[in-house]
C-alpha cells in the first residue's frame, strides 16, 4: 500500500500535466469553500454565533439560481447574454439571502446574544432544519423530482452552462474554463470581504466590535445595526456560492446539499483560527488543495476509497487541533471556552 502511494505520488510530481491540473483543482475548489466559509467566520468573528444554517443558505442559493437560469436562459442564446443573466441571478440570489439573513438576525438569532452560546447553537440548528423540510416541501412536492412531472435538477447544468466554460488545454494544463472562471469570483471574493473590513466606515465598526465590543458601544457604533449587516452580508455570500456550485458539475442541487457544504466550512473556519478572515483564505487553499489531490488519487486508482478527499480533510482538523487549538491564525479569547 505505501509502495503504491509512493509511486503514485512520484508519477504525480514528474508528470507536470497532473501537477498543473491537480493545482488548477484545487485552486477551483479553495476559491468556492472560500466563499462558502468567509460568511460563516464573518458572523463567528463578530457575534461569536457559530451559525449552523449557513449551508441552508448556500442551497436555497443553488435552487434559486437553477430555477431561475432555467426560466431566462433559452437555447441560442450568446455567451456574452448567458454569463450577463448569470451575473444578474447572482446579484439577485445575493440580496435575497441577504435579505432572509436580515430577517432571521432581527426577528431570532438577535434575542439570544446574552444568552450562552448553546442556546444560539439549538436555534440555528433549528433554523436549518426548518429551511431544509421547506425546502424539501417545495421540490418533492407532486414528485417535481422524479414524478409525473420529471424534473432533473442537474438539468439547470446540462442546459444552461456555455460551451465556452468547457474544457481548455494551455500549453501541457488541462483545465476547464468554468474552473477558471470559479477561481475568478474566489478572488473577487477575497479582494471585496478584505476592503469591507479595511477600507469601510462599517468594516471599521466590524473590526472594534471584534476587538472590544463594549468600548465600541461607548463610542456611539451602532454595534447591534453593524450585527445585523454582518449577518446579512454572510447569509448573501453563502447563497451566491450555492450559485456557483449549480453549474459545478462536482456538486449537485439538492437539500443534502445543505450539509454537504456546512461541513468543510467548519473545518475551514476552525483550521484556519476562528473569527481570523486571513485563516480562513489560507484555510480555503489548503483545504482545496487536499481535496484536490485526494480526487486524483481516487480518479487514476491511487487509493481505492471513495471516501478519500472527506478523510484528509478531516484529517487536516484533527491534526490542526491537536498541534494548534485556535487554528492556524486564531487568537487567545476567540473560541476558548471559560
Given amino acids: 500500500m505505501i509502495d503504491h502511494l509512493a509511486l ?8 507536470p500535466g497532473d501537477l498543473s491540473s491537480v493545482i488548477v483543482e484545487g485552486l477551483a475548489k479553495a476559491s468556492l469553500y472560500l466563499m462558502i466559509a468567509t460568511g460563516l467566520t464573518l458572523i463567528f468573528g463578530l457575534m461569536d454565533v457559530i451559525n449552523f444554517a449557513h449551508g441552508a443558505f448556500t442551497m436555497y442559493g443553488a435552487y434559486i439560481a437553477a430555477g431561475l437560469m432555467l426560466a431566462l436562459v433559452t437555447a441560442g442564446m450568446g455567451f456574452g447574454t448567458v454569463m450577463f ?4 441571478v ?3 440570489v445575493f440580496v435575497l439571502l441577504a435579505a432572509l439573513g436580515t430577517v432571521l438576525e432581527v426577528t431570532l438569532v438577535r434575542r439570544l446574544y446574552e444568552y450562552p452560546p448553546i442556546y444560539q447553537i439549538l436555534l440555528t440548528f433549528g433554523i436549518a432544519i426548518t429551511l431544509e423540510q421547506f425546502m424539501r416541501m417545495i421540490v418533492e412536492f407532486r414528485n417535481i423530482n422524479n414524478g409525473q412531472w420529471n424534473f432533473d435538477w442537474a438539468s439547470p447544468r446540462r442546459q444552461t452552462l456555455p460551451s465556452e466554460l468547457g474544457d481548455a488545454e494551455l500549453l501541457f494544463i488541462q483545465f476547464t474554463n ?3 472562471f470559479e477561481i475568478m469570483l474566489g478572488a473577487l471574493t477575497a479582494v471585496g470581504i478584505w476592503a469591507f473590513l479595511n477600507k469601510t466606515r462599517y468594516g471599521l465598526f466590524v473590526r472594534a466590535g471584534v476587538e472590544d465590543e463594549e468600548m465600541a458601544k461607548a463610542l456611539g457604533i451602532n454595534v447591534q445595526r453593524t450585527f445585523t449587516i454582518v449577518f446579512a452580508i454572510g447569509s448573501g455570500i453563502a447563497g451566491a456560492a450555492g450559485v456557483i456550485l449549480m453549474w ?4 449537485s442541487t439538492s437539500v443534502p446539499l445543505a450539509l454537504d457544504v456546512l461541513l468543510p466550512a467548519f473545518v475551514i473556519v476552525i483550521v484556519g483560527g476562528l473569527g481570523s478572515f486571513k485563516g480562513t483564505v489560507v484555510a480555503s487553499l489548503v483545504v482545496g488543495m487536499i481535496d484536490a489531490l485526494g480526487t486524483w488519487a481516487f480518479t487514476t486508482g491511487v487509493i481505492q476509497f471513495t471516501g478519500i478527499d472527506e478523510l484528509m480533510i478531516f484529517t487536516i482538523l484533527v491534526v ?8 492556524l491564525f486564531g487568537v ?4 476558548d471556552h471559560g
Avoid: N
Wanted: aromatic fraction near 6%.
Fill in 85 to 88: 443573466i448569470f451575473i444578474v
Fill in 8 to 15: 503514485g505520488a512520484i508519477d504525480l510530481l514528474t508528470s
Fill in 178 to 180: 468554468l474552473q477558471l
Fill in 248 to 251: 459545478d458539475p462536482l456538486w
Fill in 332 to 335: 487567545e479569547g476567540m473560541g
Fill in 90 to 92: 447572482l446579484a439577485l
Fill in 320 to 327: 490542526t487541533l491537536i498541534l494548534r487549538p485556535r487554528g
